[in-house]
C-alpha cells in the first residue's frame, strides 16, 4: 500500500480509491488471506491522506467482508471464507471439536460470575428464584481466530467456583464428575447485534447461528444452558439422518 499505487487508483473521491487499491492488493496476492493492515495512523502518514479517509475506506471494506477488524489487534485480510463442518448431532465441547481439526482452542473471558438468576433463567435451569447461578461468557477462538461468543447459566451448586474454568468448561466439568451425558439443541438464524459483531470481527447484521443447548447429567438434573453465537460465515453444522 503505497501513495504511488494510491494515485494510480481509479478515479472518484479519495477514500474510494483507497479501496480500490487496497482491493487490488488483495486480489493480487500482496495482501494474503489473514494478514494484517498496518495501524491506521501508519497508513494515513504512508499515503499522505487523512485517518478520517482511511477510516472510511477500511469501514466500508470490513462491511463488504473483504476486511476484519478484530478487537484490540487491527484490521486484517479475511481468510479464505473455509468453513468448519460441526456435527450438530453429537454432545462435544468447542475445545475438542477444535483440537480434533488440528486448531487451538482458547477463549476470552467476558462475564465469569456467581449471581442470582432472572426468573426465566431459573426456570431453564430448573432451580427455585433464590438458588444462585454460575454465568461464563466468552469469545472463543481456534487459533486466534474468532468463532463464537457462548454465554452459559450453570446452577452455582454445580460449580459454585467458576474461576476453575481454564480452557475447557466440559473438561472442568469432567473433572468434577458432573461431565453432560445428554442434550437437547435448538438453532436458529440470527443477525449479529453491534457487540457480537465487534467481537467476532464480522459486519454487523451479518448472519450468525444462535445455539442453545441445555445438558443434563445422567440423574437428569440440568448441567448447563448455553447460548452459542457462532460465524455464519464460518460453520456448516451437519447432522446424521435415520429414517425415523
Ligand atoms: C460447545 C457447546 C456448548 C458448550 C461448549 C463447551 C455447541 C453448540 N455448544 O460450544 O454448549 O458449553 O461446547 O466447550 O456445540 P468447552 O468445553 O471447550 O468450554
Do not use: C
Given at each position: 500500500?503505497?501513495?504511488?499505487?494510491?494515485?494510480?487508483?481509479?478515479?472518484g473521491?479519495?477514500?474510494?480509491?483507497?479501496?480500490?487499491?487496497?482491493?487490488d492488493?488483495?486480489?493480487?496476492?500482496?495482501?494474503?488471506?489473514?494478514a494484517?493492515?498496518?495501524?491506521?495512523?501508519?497508513?494515513?502518514?504512508?499515503?499522505g491522506?487523512?485517518?478520517?479517509t482511511?477510516?472510511?475506506?477500511?469501514?466500508?471494506?470490513?462491511a463488504?467482508?473483504?476486511?476484519?477488524?478484530?478487537?484490540?489487534?487491527?484490521?486484517?485480510?479475511?481468510?479464505e471464507?473455509?468453513?468448519?463442518?460441526?456435527?450438530?448431532?453429537?454432545?462435544?465441547?468447542?475445545?475438542?471439536?477444535?483440537?480434533?481439526r488440528?486448531?487451538?482452542?482458547?477463549a476470552?473471558?467476558?462475564?465469569?460470575?456467581?449471581?442470582?438468576?432472572?426468573?426465566?433463567?431459573?426456570?431453564?435451569?430448573?432451580?427455585?428464584?433464590?438458588e444462585?447461578?454460575?454465568?461464563?461468557?466468552?469469545?472463543r477462538?481456534?487459533n486466534?481466530?474468532?468463532?463464537?461468543?457462548?454465554?452459559?447459566?450453570?446452577?452455582?451448586?454445580?460449580?459454585?467456583?467458576?474461576?476453575?474454568?481454564?480452557?475447557?468448561?466440559?473438561?472442568?466439568?469432567?473433572?468434577?464428575?458432573?461431565?453432560?451425558?445428554?442434550?437437547?439443541?435448538?438453532?436458529?438464524?440470527?443477525?449479529?447485534?453491534?457487540?457480537?459483531?465487534?467481537?467476532?470481527?464480522?459486519?454487523?447484521?451479518?448472519?450468525?447461528l444462535a445455539?442453545?443447548?441445555?445438558?443434563?447429567?445422567?440423574?437428569?438434573?440440568?448441567?448447563?444452558?448455553?447460548?452459542?453465537?457462532?460465524?455464519?460465515?464460518?460453520?456448516?453444522?451437519?447432522?446424521?439422518?435415520k429414517?425415523?
Amino acid at each position: 500500500l503505497t501513495s504511488d499505487r494510491l494515485a494510480a487508483a481509479e478515479g472518484g473521491p479519495l477514500y474510494v480509491r483507497l479501496q480500490a487499491m487496497i482491493r487490488d492488493a488483495v486480489e493480487s496476492g500482496r495482501l494474503a488471506p489473514n494478514a494484517s493492515l498496518p495501524p491506521e495512523r501508519e497508513l494515513a502518514s504512508t499515503l499522505g491522506v487523512s485517518r478520517v479517509t482511511v477510516r472510511k475506506a477500511i469501514g466500508g471494506l470490513v462491511a463488504e467482508g473483504l476486511l476484519r477488524q478484530r478487537h484490540g489487534s487491527g484490521t486484517f485480510v479475511a481468510g479464505e471464507g473455509k468453513r468448519f463442518e460441526l456435527p450438530l448431532s453429537r454432545l462435544s465441547s468447542f475445545s475438542e471439536d477444535m483440537r480434533s481439526r488440528g486448531l487451538e482452542p482458547t477463549a476470552r473471558w467476558l462475564l465469569r460470575q456467581v449471581g442470582m438468576p432472572s426468573s426465566a433463567e431459573a426456570m431453564i435451569l430448573g432451580l427455585s428464584p433464590t438458588e444462585r447461578i454460575t454465568r461464563l461468557n466468552r469469545l472463543r477462538l481456534a487459533n486466534g481466530e474468532p468463532m463464537a461468543v457462548e454465554r452459559s447459566l450453570l446452577p452455582a451448586r454445580l460449580m459454585p467456583d467458576p474461576t476453575i474454568v481454564e480452557g475447557s468448561l466440559y473438561d472442568a466439568l469432567a473433572a468434577a464428575g458432573l461431565r453432560p451425558v445428554h442434550a437437547t439443541q435448538r438453532v436458529n438464524a440470527e443477525n449479529a447485534d453491534e457487540g457480537d459483531a465487534r467481537l467476532l470481527g464480522i459486519p454487523t447484521g451479518a448472519a450468525i447461528l444462535a445455539i442453545e443447548r441445555i445438558s443434563h447429567l445422567a440423574d437428569g438434573r440440568v448441567v448447563e444452558f448455553t447460548r452459542s453465537h457462532y460465524r455464519g460465515d464460518a460453520y456448516d453444522f451437519v447432522a446424521e439422518l435415520k429414517p425415523g
